[in-house]
């Protein structure tokens, strides 16, 4: 089966820096995403990692462990605008489906 | 990056009634197309997969025939709702992705509201 656990709600100040974990036990990986999500809106890409190690894009940071069916999200130099859900996803490598977490609710503070 | 339209984007329906959501990809081929539900501070669960000219592929605990969906084009994907009742509403997403592409392109989603 699929599990992929997140924190439910999470908060930080502005400027600050945050990490966000994801855990996940899959029948088949075949890499993971993290989307950001604001409300009512679609969930936009954010990183891919299928690889193990740390992949950097500005002030966001993915992480990955395969071995220990892990990765996290770092946050640097939080904003306001960054107050939103963060949505972690395993592709499945048999189906190719996204299996979502249950998401993260960040909510950043001046 | 590629962009993926649904209209409408907001749409209220009797109870009963049937609802048609469309899910267009615009500058890309989506040969493989997923339809999501989002309930209110929960994450997205995939309902179906579709692949252009095939029967989708339901979740299990989808109803195939109350969730209808057809995937007659390579840019085009409907989603119709039938027989809908106030425990649909919901926030529908698709997304499409090309051939062996990794990434998936979402939709804006749709908000679906049955009285």
């Known amino acids: 089966g699929q599990n992929i656990d997140q924190p439910t709600e999470m908060t930080a100040t502005e400027g600050a820096i945050v990490q966000i974990n994801c855990t996940y036990q899959t029948s088949g990986f075949n890499g993971l995403f993290w989307y950001q999500q604001h409300a009512g809106e679609a969930p936009t890409f954010l990183s891919y990692?299928?690889?193990?190690g740390l992949e950097e894009k500005g002030r966001f940071s993915s992480f990955l462990s395969r071995s220990k069916g892990y990765s996290y999200l770092l946050l640097k130099e939080l904003q306001m605008k960054d107050s939103a859900s963060y949505l972690c996803?395993?592709?499945?490598?048999?189906?190719?489906?996204?299996?979502f977490g249950t998401g993260t609710r960040l909510q950043v503070f001046p | 990056g590629a962009v993926v339209s649904q209209h409408p984007s907001r749409v209220i329906c009797k109870s009963g009634t049937s609802v048609k959501i469309e899910c267009r990809s615009l500058?890309?081929?989506?040969?493989?197309m997923f339809w999501y539900r989002q309930f209110p501070k929960q994450s997205l669960m995939l309902m179906a997969t579709?692949?252009?000219?095939?029967?989708?592929?339901?979740e299990q605990g989808v109803e195939k025939d109350k969730f209808l969906i057809n995937h007659a084009s390579l840019t085009l994907s409907t989603l119709t709702v039938t027989s809908a009742h106030p425990e649909d509403s919901s926030f529908y997403i698709c997304?499409?992705?090309?051939?062996?592409?990794?990434?998936?392109?979402f939709g804006p989603g749709t908000r679906l509201t049955v009285t």
């Open positions: 996803a395993v592709r499945d490598f048999l189906t190719d489906k996204l299996i």
């Open positions: 579709s692949n252009e000219g095939s029967k989708a592929t339901y």
């Open positions: 990692n299928v690889l193990d």
């Open positions: 500058d890309f081929q989506a040969t493989t």
């Open positions: 997304s499409g992705k090309a051939g062996l592409s990794y990434e998936q392109y």
